[in-house]
């Protein structure tokens, strides 16, 4: 991956805030937006698990996820298309260290709710009724309109490096 579009990528990943989930059953397809947080090869965030978008993804269904920055010019459009699975994280060591990364890329949750919202592992089921999960991509698309030709691409994510969120 070339070193201009990998800053992107970066840029991408650490400033963008929401993730578009998209899911589908019975032909009746969602699309829900959500705060996300990558790390370790993953897309963390938080929802109910009576959430139409984790209700159709049950089952290790496949789902789709997009991440774009946002602009008012067509030249500008860059982002993921992805496909992968939904898991809930229930392992005590990742959820500390996801929820960890996640209050520091959102750090009005502990300006408002405090420190406890890290060492308190119940804190947003509690509070928001949320659970964490992950967003597992196996097939990451690059969308780049800057580019004259081949403005969609497959990317291995993961060769960028270690230096995400």
């Not at 774009?68 to 500008?76: A, G, L, T």
């Not at 890290?118 to 990451?140: A, H, M, Q, T, V």
């Amino acid at each position: 991956m070339e070193k201009e579009i990998k800053e992107k990528a970066l840029c991408l990943i650490n400033e963008t805030r929401v993730m578009t989930l998209a899911v589908a059953e019975n032909d009746i397809p969602w699309s829900s937006p959500v705060y996300f947080v990558f790390y370790d090869k993953g897309f963390y965030f938080f929802s109910n698990e009576n959430a139409r978008h984790i209700h159709f993804a049950k089952d290790r269904k496949i789902v789709s996820a997009s991440i774009f920055q946002d602009s008012d010019q067509m030249d500008r459009i860059f982002g993921f298309q992805m496909s992968g699975r939904l898991e809930a994280v229930s392992k005590t060591t990742l959820y500390l260290l996801a929820v960890k990364k996640y209050v520091d890329k959102f750090r009005f949750l502990k300006q408002i709710f405090g420190p406890g919202i890290i060492e308190n592992k119940d804190f947003f089921l509690e509070k928001f009724k949320s659970r964490l999960y992950c967003f597992c991509p196996d097939k990451i698309f690059l969308s780049d309109n800057s580019k004259i030709t081949a403005k969609r691409s497959e990317v291995n994510l993961f060769s960028i490096g270690k230096n995400f969120s």
